[in-house]
């Protein structure tokens, strides 16, 4: 298990202060040969399924790799068995423009908050760590796109399987606060985020992320300088990201060392034509069906997944066993999480572990007994606070966004 945030904040803050600050991160983000480091796969449950394991990403174990420059990594799924909060060494990864940087200076890292604001700010980590209150938030991070390998018919992007999320408790300060700081003109309307990453290409568009004014200010979006009591990992935002709470991650900018506050809505390639969604419930639109309104994509939906059993597991007929998983909520906590050991006829609630807050995975646990031998095929759904729960049936769009679907898994008794 991580290690605790230590309960005395001024030691606390020394210590980060000192992790961050501790020089230049050396790291080989791009020193690596391609291809030439693994030996072993594995096979995604789907069609083109079959990945490599690597684990030469600096400050990352093995993680399944979907494509190296600009990285793409997947969590295996077992990590999330051994806990509700996923080790850093093992976060999956995302990035959209190859142009990374290879090691950053924590000593000489500014953040600049600029725009429609009456003082210009550029924050130092140490007047981040050291001048606003510390807040930690135990809140999932999920790729839009997590899950787009199971979309039937398929479409184009990442092919996840089921690793394109993970749940960190993130220290850091409330975007709130930083802005007051900086004070907001009376016509500012959205507050727009960039890091430290760029394309390659001239006109390649920088990635830029967006939210309204009434939105960054909730208190509840925060800028976050670690993660699960460490400094982030260089490739999931060191030293400093933007997390969006109950939100999908394309929203929660890494490497973020520019925030500019606009008094115009936002119309960069990153919000106008990217990351776009059917303005429909759950995202959801019949394959193909065209003149659907687009709007960008923003809150998460509630999912629960098996984590402990799987569709190679053998039970012993008449024997007790231990079933569970992790399930969030979305933009809400969990209500409840329902599980079916008959093939969705029935569904019974699980027994909810330790609640680390409404944005965090909770654990869920339940028992079966195979009463013969056969298959038997099990089912969970998650029901989030606001009474919205995952559907029995996938949905489609073509961004293969927003999957959520209840999981199923053929336990086999013998
Ligand atoms: N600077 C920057 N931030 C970014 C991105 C990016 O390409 N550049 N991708 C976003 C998307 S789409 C995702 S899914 C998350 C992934 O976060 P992670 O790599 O820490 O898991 O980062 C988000 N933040
Ligand atoms: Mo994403």
Redesign the pocket.
Known sequence: MREKLDSQPELERRRILRVLTAGGLASTLGGFTPGAWSNETLEMPFENGRRDIVSNFPQKSKMILLRTR?PLLETPFSVFDRGVFTPNSQ???????PNIPTAIDGTKFRLAVRGQVNQVLSLSLKDLITKFERIDLAAV?Q??GNSRGWFAPRVAGGQWNNG?M?NAMWTGVRLKDVLARAGLKGDALQVRFN???TGVLPGTPD?LKSLDVAHANDGEVMLAYAMNGEALPL???FPL?LIVPGW???Y?????NDIEVLNKPDDNYWMTKAYLIPDTPGGNIGVGQTGVKMVPINKMVPRSFFTNVSDVTTLKVGKSQSIRGIAFGGDAGIKQVLVSLDDGKTFAPAKLGTDHGKYSFRQWQTTFVPPEAGKFVLKVKAINSNGLAQPDAPIWNPGGFMRNVVESVTLAAA
């Open positions: 600009p976060f999956y990864v995302r990035w959209h423009l991070n790729c839009s394109a993970g890091g430290m990453d990635f490739i999931n935002g990201r999908y991650s394309t929660w900018v890494k490497m973020l």
